[in-house]
Nanobody, 124 residues
């Protein structure tokens, strides 16, 4: 079992930055691929970024490529999402997720564990 708790969300002006954190409890965090997803009101959950268990491979949605960076610290059981150049279109609840696999995937239904989410609001 893995429990995930996100933090770092908030209200920021367009062009600003935020760093989200996702703290994992439980054993064997390092064997899980991790992902960030977001869901805006009235929209489906969408993939944002993912990272392999060792951190050597990352994947990004086209909409965030070049602006967001996913990273992880296995010693701290934490995965991060650095978000720069934010726009109002980035407003959503951001969730982290864990997948017990070495594969990095973008499909939310393939992830085993989810956090409750943290709200990110970008004002224009």
């Amino acid at each position: 079992q893995v429990q995930l708790v996100e933090s770092g969300g908030g209200l920021v002006q367009a062009g600003g930055s935020l760093r989200l954190s996702c703290a994992a409890s439980g054993r064997s965090f390092s064997v899980y691929a991790m992902g960030w997803f977001r869901q805006a009101p009235g929209k489906e959950r969408e993939f944002v970024a993912a990272i392999s268990w060792g951190g050597g491979r990352t994947v990004y949605a086209d909409s965030v490529k070049g602006r967001f960076t996913i990273s992880r610290d296995n010693a701290k059981n934490t995965v991060y999402l650095q978000m720069n150049s934010l726009t109002p279109e980035d407003t959503a609840v951001y969730h982290c997720a864990a997948r017990r696999s070495i594969a990095v995937v973008t499909t939310p239904t393939t992830y085993d564990y989810w956090g409750q989410g943290t709200q990110v609001t970008v004002s224009s």
